[in-house]
Nanobody, 123 residues
Framework: QLQASGGGLVQAGGSLRLSCAAS????????MGWFRQAPGKEREFVAAIRYSRGTTYYADSVKGRFTISGDNAKNTVYLQMNALKPEETAVYYC??????????????????WGQGTQVTVSS
């Protein structure tokens, strides 16, 4: 089970840190990802991590502003989001999937999903 938290209301240019706590099993051997979905839009890849190797992968739109990290001991993945933009208002979801050849931006590659946390960026 994945539990996402840390969403909220922030002004444009502000920061938030999302957390995704895993329970029921260790996800240390999984790839972990963050996706987001704005109203009326498709779910969009944000970032992924394979923290057994320290490998990360970001959508071009968030590179340099967002950082994904993991704490294996806490079975938790984080998404630090800086310089947020109004168009990034969305429900943010964490996900876990079996490790494949490389980190994936495809939602279908992730088998487990959290319930989502709302991020609202005001202009």
């Amino acid at each position: 089970q994945l539990q996402a938290s840390g969403g909220g209301l922030v002004q444009a240019g502000g920061s938030l840190r999302l957390s995704c706590a895993a329970s029921g099993r260790s996800f240390s051997s999984y790839d972990m990802g963050w996706f987001r979905q704005a109203p009326g839009k498709e779910r969009e890849f944000v970032a992924a991590i394979r923290y057994s190797r320290g490998t990360t992968y970001y959508a071009d739109s968030v590179k340099g502003r967002f950082t994904i990290s993991g704490d294996n001991a806490k079975n938790t993945v984080y998404l630090q989001m800086n310089a947020l933009k109004p168009e990034e208002t969305a429900v943010y979801y964490c996900a876990a999937g079996p490790q494949r050849i490389g980190l994936s931006h495809v939602a279908a590659m992730y088998a487990y999903w959290g319930q989502g946390t709302q991020v609202t960026v005001s202009s």
